[in-house]
């Protein structure tokens, strides 16, 4: 029995010393209290148990951010947004997979006069104290708005800002906003250590109460471990094909590796839906990758990895080739993806009406082509020649009006 109470005492001094949770800590005097103590073998088993426990409740919580009615964002020290909520989207008509990445400025932000924003890095930044201010923003839609924001520096173990945390909650009235002004400066003026005390004072604001359970005892490892590290999980994949299409981009030939990363998840889409027609998943398949290499030099993903790109050109391509081929069922493409306006697919079959297309702008040609030639989505037109959907819908619809009026 002394051996075992040796085990047990073994495992709390590591325990301790490597700073584990406090509630694994009264675990292991717990069993050695009892009469017949777990030894070393069982305190590892229960030590699994709870850390496993742990990590399985990280996702949780971050599912419980992710979904508040307030909006808050994080930014690294290079102001790209690294965590945002749900909200966000409400607030700024950009979704989370657009938000991610990005710079404020180059979304909703960037309307105020440079001092303005000199005097706010100033103050955040190299100062480290928190930021109240009001400021004209626009939402996706290009609609212009003043609205209060609150930004504040999350400090590391160092004393240096390693994220700014700006939170925006859902506030009716100015009694309200002024008594949150007041709170948001005074908590993150002093930067308590205390985690707790720190969440228990935000998560009301943002319409929440989270429990918080968790081995970390620092706002910056918090929002690393449970907010930061599963968003650059997520977008991992869209951060590398990133910097392969930027090499691509550069050196045509770098399109190779692209190839090489997801030739295989192509074909597979094409021989799954197209079953014992290997020949045409084949020449489908380099049909895909010969229209994304195309359209690479004016290619910017923004929200997608390079194979989601990928897999909807093949959508696209494989809706035509059941289109062309009526007899085969069309269980797996979306009727959506099939409607296709047919007064301009009698258009394209006649020589007057391809005159007529050599008078559209550039831009108007290239959208036509794009969608009645190639059965891209408006989505997908949007995405190669960066522009919006809306943007793509009005470039159509003039080319269309053009059309008609030439013949």
């Not at 209290?33 to 305190?43: F, M, T």
């Not at 050109?313 to 993806?337: C, G, M, Q, T």
Request: hydrophobic fraction near 35%; aromatic fraction near 12%.
């Amino acid at each position: 029995m002394s051996s075992n109470l040796t085990s047990s005492a073994t495992v709390l001094i590591f325990v301790s010393e490597q700073n584990r949770p406090r509630q694994f800590y009264r675990l292991i005097v717990t069993q050695k209290q009892r009469k017949h103590p777990v030894g070393l073998a069982g305190c590892f088993f229960l030590y699994v148990v709870y850390y496993l426990g742990m990590a399985a409740q990280k996702p949780t919580i971050k599912k419980e951010f992710d979904t508040l009615p307030g909006a808050l964002f994080l930014k690294n020290t290079k102001g790209e947004i690294v965590y945002a909520n749900n909200a966000m989207e409400a607030r700024t008509g950009f979704s989370v997979s657009e938000i991610v990445g990005r710079r404020p400025k180059d979304l909703w932000g960037g309307n105020m006069e440079r001092p303005f924003y000199a005097w706010m890095w100033e103050t955040i930044r190299d100062e480290k104290c928190p930021f109240v201010s009001t400021v004209i923003n626009r939402r996706k839609d290009q609609s212009s708005h003043r609205e209060y924001i609150h930004i504040a520096p999350v400090l590391s173990d160092s004393g240096n800002a390693a994220y700014f945390l700006e939170m925006h909650p859902r506030i009716e009235d100015d009694a309200r906003e002024s008594r949150f002004q007041e709170e948001f400066q005074n908590v993150f003026s002093r930067q308590s250590r205390d985690l707790s005390e720190t969440l228990a004072w935000m998560l009301p604001w943002l319409g929440g109460s989270i429990r918080h359970d968790d081995e970390t005892n620092t706002l910056e490892h918090f929002f690393t471990q449970t907010l930061v590290a599963p968003t650059d999980v997520r977008y991992a994949a869209r951060r590398e094909d990133g910097a392969m299409v930027l090499a691509a981009q550069e050196s045509p030939s770098e399109f190779r590796l692209l190839y090489q990363k997801y030739k295989d998840d192509v074909r597979a889409y094409f021989r799954y839906r197209l079953g014992r027609d290997c020949e045409s998943a084949e020449e489908l398949s380099q049909e895909t990758f010969l229209r994304a290499f195309r359209y690479l030099p004016s290619f910017r993903s923004l929200n997608a990895s390079y194979g989601t790109y990928l897999l909807r050109i093949a959508h696209n391509l494989l809706a035509n080739h059941f289109r062309e081929k009526s007899s085969v069922a069309l269980d797996d493409v979306p009727e959506a993806s099939l409607r296709v306006d047919a007064e301009y697919d009698a258009y394209f079959d006649r020589q007057s009406v391809r005159r007529a297309v050599e008078h559209l702008s550039p831009i108007e040609r290239q959208m036509v082509a794009m969608k009645y030639e190639e059965g891209l989505s408006m989505r997908d037109i949007a995405t190669v020649l960066q522009k919006s959907e809306n943007a793509v819908k009005l470039h159509l619809s003039r080319a269309r009006k053009k059309l008609r009026d030439m013949l």
